[in-house]
């Protein structure tokens, strides 16, 4: 009697089925682990951390920054629908003088020195999110809570370093920064078509907890560690900024002011100055000869500084023989290292400069990119703030072409 077999068909539909039914193992395995560490999270209502961040560009595995390391209070405030957490900076070197500040109603800083302290009552606010510290046990929650949430397109997996896991998230065509307790898409400059952002989540094995991140963007890495970590010792969990003010300090409101549709140093002279480059060779605004020259004040970790860097380069490309020059002026870092690195890394093919501060104060740069283009004379004929790709390309072109 011949025994019944099973079609091609009938084996391939088995095969796939071991897989899914496999696959599905694995991620209700991992989800249930990042369930455990949320759930670990959530018991946090207050903790007290020294956090170090720093910094690099892209393609860079070393900072460009000096790590800096600030002494943390966190306050869990599940009230507070924009960043979810209060909390409170201090210096390495002094944990007891309160730097900065947010309780949920106002944000500040505290200047020692001056005696001043300077808040922010959030009112005429332009952004759809407040600019605020987003501690790291808050920041984590978000994460790791979105990632079993989403119905966005992402990829997560978990990878045991014996002592540790890390847990990486990859969410695909968007760039997602979590900087309030809903996360927001805060890059609107970029095409978000091929983008990843990338999360990396160190967790000790030890207590579930998470103690390190990494967050990978087209336009910078960043990194934050956390040390001497101590949950839920403090009574204080309702935190009140001004409950730590100093008596003899005076209130300062900040303003914020909208962006003049029209530079104050359009139509000057521009302000002189002499700076070095990453070789340290001087070079001043009076060496510059050409018919026109364009200036950028420019941050390597500035996003949409480096969303300009393909049309500056192809500008000085086309513009070779012509009487134009263009050079980039460096605010963000001053490690001479980490700007090599991103210069030969970026295929820069223009004069990069590091900027003083009198010099940076002097054209009144308050964020980058800004791009600052003189005529012969070196009069400043236009100031152009931000960076949106094919519309400030247009409107620079449009003002070269008509100096020349």
Same mark, same amino acid.
Request: proline share 4%; no cysteine; hydrophobic share 35%.
């Given at each position: 009697m011949n025994k019944p077999s099973l079609s091609v068909t009938s084996i391939l539909v088995l095969i796939m089925s071991l897989i899914l039914t496999n696959s599905c193992k694995v991620n209700n395995s991992k989800n249930d682990y990042l369930r455990k560490v949320l759930s670990n999270l959530e018991e946090i209502?207050?903790?007290?951390?020294?956090?170090?961040?720093? @910094?690099? *560009?892209?393609? #860079?595995?070393?900072?460009?920054?000096?790590?800096?390391?600030?002494?943390?209070?966190?306050?869990?405030?599940?009230?507070?629908?924009?960043?979810?957490?209060?909390?409170?900076?201090?210096?390495?070197? #002094?944990?007891?003088?309160?730097?900065?500040?947010?309780?949920?109603?106002? /944000?500040?800083?505290? &200047?020692?020195?001056?005696?001043?302290?300077?808040?922010?009552?959030?009112?005429?606010?332009?952004? $759809? *999110?407040?600019?605020?510290?987003? $501690?790291?046990?808050?920041?984590?929650?978000?994460?790791? &809570?979105? @990632?079993?949430?989403?119905?966005?397109?992402? /990829?997560?997996d978990l990878k045991d370093f014996g002592d540790s896991i890390r847990f990486r998230l990859y969410i695909y065509d968007k760039v997602v920064e979590f900087v309030t307790k809903p996360f927001v898409d805060v890059h609107p400059y970029e095409s978000s078509i091929g983008k990843i952002s990338q999360y990396d989540i160190w967790i000790n094995k030890l207590d579930n907890l998470p103690y390190r991140m990494r967050r990978k963007m087209s336009h910078q890495t960043s990194f934050i560690a956390c040390s001497n970590v101590k949950l839920n010792t403090t /009574? #204080?969990?309702?935190?009140?900024?001004?409950?730590?003010? $100093? !008596?003899?300090?005076?209130?300062?409101?900040?303003?914020?002011e909208k962006r003049k549709l029209k530079s104050d140093l359009e139509g000057k002279g521009a302000p002189d100055w002499?700076?070095?480059?990453?070789?340290?060779?001087?070079?001043?605004?009076?060496?510059?000869?050409?018919?026109?020259?364009?200036i950028q004040f420019t941050g390597v970790g500035c996003g949409p500084c480096h969303e300009s860097l393909p049309f500056i380069k192809q500008l000085v490309s086309d513009y070779e023989n012509k009487d134009f020059e263009f050079v980039a002026i460096e605010t963000w870092s001053k490690n001479i290292e980490g700007l090599k690195r991103y210069q030969n890394k970026n295929k820069l093919n223009f004069k990069f400069l590091k900027t !003083?501060?009198?010099?940076? %104060? #002097?054209? %009144?740069? &308050?964020?980058?990119p800004v791009f600052f283009i003189l005529d012969e004379n070196r009069v400043i004929r236009k100031v152009i703030n931000g960076y949106r790709k094919g519309v400030t390309d247009k409107e620079i072109l449009n003002t070269i072409n008509e100096l020349m």
């Open positions: 209502k207050s903790a007290t951390y020294f956090s170090t961040f720093s @910094a690099s *560009f892209p393609g #860079d595995t070393l900072s460009f920054t000096t790590p800096r390391t600030l002494y943390i209070k966190e306050f869990v405030n599940p009230t507070d629908t924009f960043v979810g957490a209060s909390s409170a900076q201090y210096k390495q070197e #002094d944990t007891t003088k309160m730097q900065d500040f947010y309780d949920g109603l106002v /944000r500040g800083k505290i &200047n020692w020195e001056k005696k001043t302290i300077k808040v922010d009552s959030f009112q005429n606010h332009p952004y $759809p *999110f407040r600019i605020v510290w987003h $501690p790291f046990y808050t920041q984590t929650t978000s994460i790791i &809570n979105y @990632a079993l949430e989403t119905q966005d397109s992402i /990829r997560t /009574r #204080d969990i309702n935190f009140i900024a001004s409950d730590y003010f $100093p !008596e003899d300090f005076s209130i300062v409101q900040f303003k914020r002499i700076l070095k480059d990453i070789d340290n060779n001087t070079i001043g605004l009076e060496d510059l000869k050409s018919k026109v020259l364009m !003083e501060e009198s010099v940076t %104060k #002097d054209y %009144k740069v &308050n964020s980058v």
